[in-house]
């Protein structure tokens, strides 16, 4: 196999794996500071995508479209944390029961809105060429995208007062109240936090997967499997899986066909929850 | 037994009774359309029941049940088909082999969630995402099966409709008569399922649920019932798939998709989770609600009200309708649990208990020892077990003593098998155990109390003792009668029927070590018994310590050294993982080591 065609494949094998782990990051952020899974993850998403679409619609440009969908999805996260989650403390699968009623709120309510066939904004029209093949520069961007968001969610959490407030919170519940560390806020401003991550993942996708009310259900059940087989260190963990299962599926299918892909993506983590019954950082040391 | 008791304790049966009989009257004189609409709500129900029995009862949360249901559905249908167009009777056949086709493939799932032992969210998120994958495949899977037609997107049509005389496919029931049928299968597989889940099989399966360790310390195979149970609900699921298609003589893909998963926990909650009736309650109103909405089956923003519904019901609701209703009519009865509060002293008869232990004996086999070879165990750079070598052996008993975090728990979890040893080889009676998991070590005659009480909370006190008993035994008879003796050593007669959880925390340690008596251990280890004992019972206590070691190997960890000494057997220091020293305890009192390290001096710390 020549290496030109083999450098191509690798390149796009890591963006998509960088996509999945854009989308994913909020959700583990969620997950491994309040052990909630929010499965309207998938659908925060969408409505930072449709912010953004509606934002580029009103004439504003694509860039400054991402800040509104953040802002957006992080003031209905922060609402949704206050008037669900928050009652739900320590029930995971009440939280998981409200939040995937909620999915279908939200799912509702935009297909009641924006219809369910939506036009796709173009894709920045860059690219880079390899001997004889052409690849498209947006979704090579995503892989430094990804790296930026892992790189700030890492410093939010260990530069931050908020992220030592939120480590703390995690780590050790009742010293960390007993020191007057309010978790209850911190919570919120985490959920939050997790939420606008999605809203980013949502706008920054964009031009690569257009919005759609479905799109949700679609793009995050590879992120609920990543951060599954992570288990309880999650970011770390997170950032692991879904590279390596996304990227793994990408190259299988590029290799093969897209079907194979995903079967090669849920027979993987079958495989790792059957030798990590727990998720593969159940005996790690680390916390985040 | 008043009136009211009465009724409540039979409510599982007699209200259902109640309820087909109505519905089958009502089948002869309501608007046919209403019966046609009605009897797709008994399908969901049927199909909220299936998740019953795996989330109420099991206490595991599947949002795998549409999945049973859509394959059940297309087999069943492939099959209809086919036999109809062979001239047969579709149903006589659809419907065994939808259930099967949900049975085969809950059993599959359930096999890899509970042989790996996976955490509870894992296996959540895994039941999800097989509805998911079936849902994307669905789209795009077309085959021609004999005469069945599967085509992607536009579905199975032309699925036979509910015959049960005629063999001309043309001559179907009408809504009435189908209504009827679909009541009569429905009505029998609740019947059968209770039947189920409130015999052994069922309370073995509660036991799970509610503390699935302990459960597996009477030495139940719990992955084998958490299995069975899993592919009995998926056979239910899947019958209520080949019923569905039979109903509407069309299947699309829809039927994997999330909206119809949303539902089936809905119909749950809102009729009550844990209730099995509550299911098709749960349907009924919600079917209902939707039809005289002006819905129909099928609403045009059914999604969005159920979404909001879920989040209320979680919010607010959590016990649904029938866990509602039953909650308040409790308390209006003469509490059975009145009782526990009234409850005497433990004295432990001796000779009843040396009787028992004899019989235990002749039946099982005499004592066995317990020997550990180089156990180690290490969490991270902690070093818990450190090269732990000790034979225990019938005669005396075993104590095992060191200050806090020498070890000691660690060491006898990993005797027991719920930490797995790093190295070195642990056996039973010459049995090596090392690998083993935990109930096949109690199967082998070891017997467990671990530090807190470990009861059934939700069980009476008799099937606490029951459950242990018949985990033995394997024989009814044989475990009341043993439940009785023990139960009767206990002083707790008349709490017999009170739930366990009523029990003060000194009566559930002595519940919890009768327990563990009921399975006539051949080795028994005892993490702080005396831990919450008054000094009446924890003279008790020792004296039937000291009476168990003469029949079995006894350990005991404990901190009260007063307790040991009274127990006059042989003490193990540990210290940092490893034996530090051994002996009787007044030589281990006047040894400075063992002082040192328990008063934290420079020496030895």
Known sequence: MEPDYLATVLLSSVSSASILLIATIGLAVVFGLMGVINLAHGEFLMIGAYAALTATQRGLPFALAIPVAVVITMLIGACVEVLIIRRLYGRLFDTMLATWGLSMIFYQLAVLIFGTVTPGIGMPQFGITIGRYSLAGYPLLMIAVAALMLAFVYGLLTRTVYGMKARAAIQQPEIAQAIGIESARVNTMTFAIGCGLAGFAGAVLLPIVPATPAMGFAFVVKAFLAVVVAGPVALTGSALTAIGLGGGASLTASFLTSVAGDAVFFVATAALLWLFPLGISASWRRRM | ?605
Not at chain 2, 245 to 255: D, E, F, R, T, V
Request: aromatic share 10%.
């Open chain 2, 1 to 605: 037994m008043t009136l009211s008791e009465r009724t409540y304790t039979s409510a599982g049966w007699l209200f259902p009774a109640v309820a087909t009989a109505a519905a089958l009257a009502a089948a002869t004189v309501v608007d046919p359309y209403l019966a046609y609409v009605a009897t797709s709500w008994l399908i969901f129900g049927l199909l909220g029941l299936s998740l019953d029995i795996v989330w109420g009862r099991g206490g595991f949360l599947s949002l795998g049940q549409t999945a049973f249901y859509g394959l059940g559905g297309y087999v069943g249908g492939v099959v209809a088909i086919n036999v109809a167009a062979l001239g047969s009777l579709p149903l006589l056949w659809s419907l065994p082999a939808g259930a099967l086709c949900g049975a085969i493939a809950a059993f599959a799932l359930g096999a890899v969630i509970f042989l790996a032992r996976m955490g509870p969210l894992q296996s959540t998120i895994l039941s999800y995402t097989s509805t998911l994958l079936l849902w994307s495949v669905s789209q795009s899977f077309a085959l021609t099966a004999g005469a069945a037609t599967i085509g992607g997107d536009n579905g199975m049509s032309n699925i036979p409709g509910y015959a049960i005389w005629s063999r001309d496919p043309a001559e179907t029931l009408g809504p009435a008569g189908v209504f009827a049928v679909v009541t009569i299968i429905c009505a029998a597989v609740y019947f059968i399922t209770r039947w189920l889940m409130t015999g052994t099989f069922g309370k073995v399966v509660d036991c799970i649920r509610i503390d699935i360790q302990k459960a597996e310390l009477l030495g139940y195979d719990v992955r084998k019932y958490q299995i069975a149970s899993f592919a009995y609900a998926g056979a239910v699921a899947g019958l209520a798939g080949a019923m569905f298609g039979a109903w509407s003589n069309y299947l699309n893909p829809s039927i994997f998709s999330v909206q119809e998963a949303l539902l089936v926990p809905i119909y749950v909650l809102v009729g009550g989770l844990g209730t099995l009736a509550g299911a098709f309650v749960g349907a009924v109103a919600i079917g209902g609600l939707s039809f005289w909405l002006g819905g129909g089956a099928v609403g045009g923003q059914t999604t969005l009200v159920l979404g909001v519904v879920l989040v209320v019901l979680v919010l607010f609701l959590r016990n649904g309708i029938l866990g509602t209703i039953g909650g308040i009519w409790a308390q209006r009865l003469p509490g059975r649990d009145a009782a526990a509060k009234e409850a005497g002293a433990v004295s432990i008869d001796t000779d009843v208990l040396e009787r028992l232990l004899e019989d235990a004996a002749r039946q099982f086999g005499p004592a066995k020892p317990l020997v550990t070879r180089d156990t180690f165990k290490r969490f991270g750079g902690v070093v818990s077990v450190n090269k732990v070598s000790r034979t225990f052996a019938p005669g005396q008993p075993f104590s095992l003593i060191g200050p806090n975090g020498a070890g000691k728990s660690s060491y006898l979890k990993t005797c027991i098998g719920i930490y797995p040893p790093d190295a070195g080889c642990i056996s039973i009676g010459g049995a090596d155990v090392s690998r083993a998991p935990i109930f096949a070590r109690v199967r082998n005659g070891l017997g467990v109390k671990n530090q807190k009480p470990q009861v059934f909370g939700e069980l009476s006190v008799f099937d606490n003792l029951w459950v242990a008993a018949f985990a033995r035994t394997r024989r009814r008879e044989a475990a009341d009668r043993i439940a009785d003796q023990i139960l009767t050593m206990l002083g707790l007669q008349h709490q017999s029927g009170a739930a366990a959880a009523t029990l003060s925390h000194g009566q559930q340690q002595w519940l919890d070590i009768g327990m563990v008596l009921c399975l006539a251990p051949r080795v028994v280890l005892l993490d702080e018994p005396a831990a919450g004992m008054t000094n009446a019972e924890t003279r008790e206590l020792s004296s039937l310590v000291r009476t168990l070691a003469r029949h079995m190997t006894a350990v005991v960890v404990e901190h009260d050294m007063e307790f040991i000494r009274t127990l006059n057997g042989h003490v193990t220091v540990l210290h940092q993982g490893a034996v530090f020293a051994e002996g009787d305890i007044d030589a281990l009192r006047q040894n400075d080591q063992v002082l040192d390290i328990y008063l934290g001096r420079r020496r030895h710390v």
